[in-house]
């Protein structure tokens, strides 16, 4: 038994992905399951996705596709083919998404088959450029895609790139088109095409004030190892970073930076008890947090504690992006399915 779970909400992560496909309008709505689901668990994630009607899963390796294969679910690998995958794309498993000339041409060499295709229209990162498109005749493509790189801002790039994309339209074989993530489906239906692929809007980030309705998906809980009080004018933690101004009530978590919950919640973050707020105290250690419990003194070792973890909030607090938080959480914490 370990001193850290995650509690994870099913009835919220299926409502945020009905949320998202009715913001999709006419278009698919599929799920980014890639880093084992943004750290929650991918396959207990496409298992109730696909339960509510999700059809495309995005992964960015084999590895993460072989993991997703037993249970029978349209997977598209987002880094395309090396040679070193060429036996298990051969396998069937999945779609490979070409994004070079290099993987087309691989592709091509070993017989083709079923892929998808990503376009890159000004992020510079994965994608074949433009000058490329003659270089995909023949292929049997399924979704041609780019990707934002700046939705989650009002900014001109947006509508380039969405400008750049649409004329695309009927330059392939490709049946389908798909740009937007969790942010471009909330920039509006003329970025949603035939397909959108969000990701961090399913586990309850909110990289735009549209996707307001986005629920929270990970609450993350700890146990007391020690309470402990600690005399006026005593210092917490590495580097005597907290003063007691009074005689305080410490409860000692068992959890760390190694855990995910980094250095920048240190006397910032917080835990949640009976609709109070108590505050973390000193610096984060390796496996090692100090919460103000004078409000709680009803709460000993051995009791749990969720942290204030709402992704946005505690985005501001740590420094860290909602997409580090939730995919840096560690595999000490059981994971616990409620809803």
């Not at 074949?128 to 009002?154: N, R, V, Y």
């Not at 609450?219 to 020690?226: G, N, R, S, V, Y």
């Not at 204030?308 to 399915?337: C, H, I, K």
């Amino acid at each position: 038994m370990t001193p850290l779970r995650l509690r994870l909400d099913s009835t919220a992560l299926t409502d945020n992905w009905r949320t998202l496909a009715t913001m999709s309008g006419s278009a698919a709505c599929g799920a980014a399951v890639k880093a084992d689901g943004y750290g929650v668990g991918a396959v207990e994630i496409v298992k109730r996705l696909a339960a509510a009607g999700c059809r495309d899963f995005f992964v960015a390796i084999w590895s993460e596709a072989a993991a997703l294969a037993p249970l029978g679910v349209q997977v598209s690998v987002l880094h395309g083919v090396r040679d070193e995958d060429m036996v298990m794309a051969g396998q069937g498993i999945a779609r490979p998404i070409l994004n070079s000339a290099r993987q087309v041409a691989r592709w091509k060499a070993a017989g083709g088959g079923p892929c998808d295709v990503m376009i890159d229209t000004g992020m510079n990162r994965l994608g074949l450029s433009l000058d490329d498109l003659p270089l995909l005749h023949g292929l049997e493509i399924e979704t041609l895609m780019s990707h934002l790189a700046c939705a989650d801002e009002d900014v001109a790039m947006n509508e380039r790139q969405r400008v750049a994309f649409a004329a695309l339209a009927g330059r392939t074989q490709a049946k389908r088109m798909s740009l937007a993530n969790s942010a471009g489906v909330a920039l509006g239906p003329d970025y949603a095409f035939d397909l959108t692929r969000p990701g961090l809007a399913l586990y309850g980030g909110i990289p735009r004030a549209e996707l307001g309705a986005i629920r929270q998906v990970v609450a993350p809980e700890a146990q007391i190892l020690q309470r402990r009080t600690v005399a006026a004018g005593q210092t917490i933690g590495y580097n005597a970073t907290w003063t007691a101004p009074a005689e305080t009530q410490v409860a000692i978590l068992n959890l760390g930076y190694a855990d995910g919950y980094f250095r920048g919640f240190s006397n910032t973050g917080a835990a949640l008890h009976d609709g109070k707020r108590l505050p973390l105290l000193g610096r984060v250690s390796m496996d090692l947090v100090a919460i103000d419990v004078s409000a709680a003194p009803h709460l000993a070792e051995g009791d749990w504690l969720a942290l204030d973890y709402a992704l946005p909030e505690a985005a501001a607090q740590s420094g860290m992006s909602q997409y580090e938080l939730l995919t840096s959480l560690g595999d000490r914490f059981e994971r616990v399915w409620t809803g």
